[in-house]
């Protein structure tokens, strides 16, 4: 059995989290600011369809992608060098919600509702998530969101309408946060796409630990720029 919560209900040890499915740990609650905060303090972040209740996960493994292991591919580097795209942070949040929530063709529907849009523009406007454009000319044509507590970032949704550009926006936003002695990125669960970038899994209890650490250290304050020689 999971945890219904309600109102201020704390999240239970993410060690209760069933293993089938892989990782949920609490059902209910809301997405209010200091919900989500207390979340991803704990290694616990939100993933439900629209008509279900808002469902809690903590998967073991945990996918991540530590910031000096990041992979870029002789042609990823090209475009990184001589490609079409200017990268910018924290311009346009919602722009980016809104390409991640696009339909998906291995996928129906979406699970950014507005009441995701709602809240993750909640946190943005207390400095607390952030995202990376990708543009080619005036066009917004990639980029992602995440959250950011401390010196962690944690990945939430990624988009590209041109050829690699949610890539470049993860090696931009990498390289960034590495320069800000950030040491990975949270990318939730397993993808071929994360892989190919160099994330790979760790265990749970890892993850927790760095997590307690890092989210201690100071903030990066908002809004976020890129350093001009990243």
């Excluded at 543009?135 to 401390?150: D, F, K, Q, R, T």
């Excluded at 990318?187 to 989210?215: E, K, N």
């Amino acid at each position: 059995m999971i945890r219904w919560l309600t109102g201020d209900d704390p999240f239970p040890p993410v060690e209760q989290a069933l293993i089938d499915p892989n990782g949920l740990v609490a059902a209910g609650g809301d997405l209010s600011p200091a919900r989500l905060v207390a979340a991803y303090a704990r290694g616990i972040f939100p993933w439900f369809n629209e008509d279900d209740p808002v469902l809690w996960w903590s998967p073991d493994p945990r996918m991540v992608l530590f910031l000096d292991e990041v992979r870029i591919t002789r042609s990823l580097g090209k475009v990184l060098r001589n490609g079409p795209f200017r990268v910018t942070l924290d311009t346009a949040f919602r722009d980016v919600m809104l390409g991640c929530a696009e339909p998906r063709p291995d996928q129906e529907g979406t699970w950014i509702t507005e009441e995701m849009l709602d809240a993750y523009g909640a946190l943005a406007a207390r400095g607390l998530a952030h995202s990376v454009e990708v543009w080619e000319g005036p066009e917004l044509v990639g980029g992602l969101y995440g959250v950011a507590l401390g010196r962690m970032f944690y990945g939430e949704s990624m988009f590209s309408r041109r050829s690699n550009a949610s890539k470049v926006a993860l090696v931009r936003l990498a390289g960034q946060l590495a320069r800000w002695r950030f040491e990975l990125v949270d990318c939730q669960m397993s993808t071929d796409h994360l892989a190919s970038l160099g994330a790979r899994g760790i265990p749970r209890r890892d993850f927790v630990a760095r997590v307690d650490r890092l989210v201690r250290l100071d903030p990066v304050p908002g809004p976020w720029r890129f350093d001009e020689y990243n």
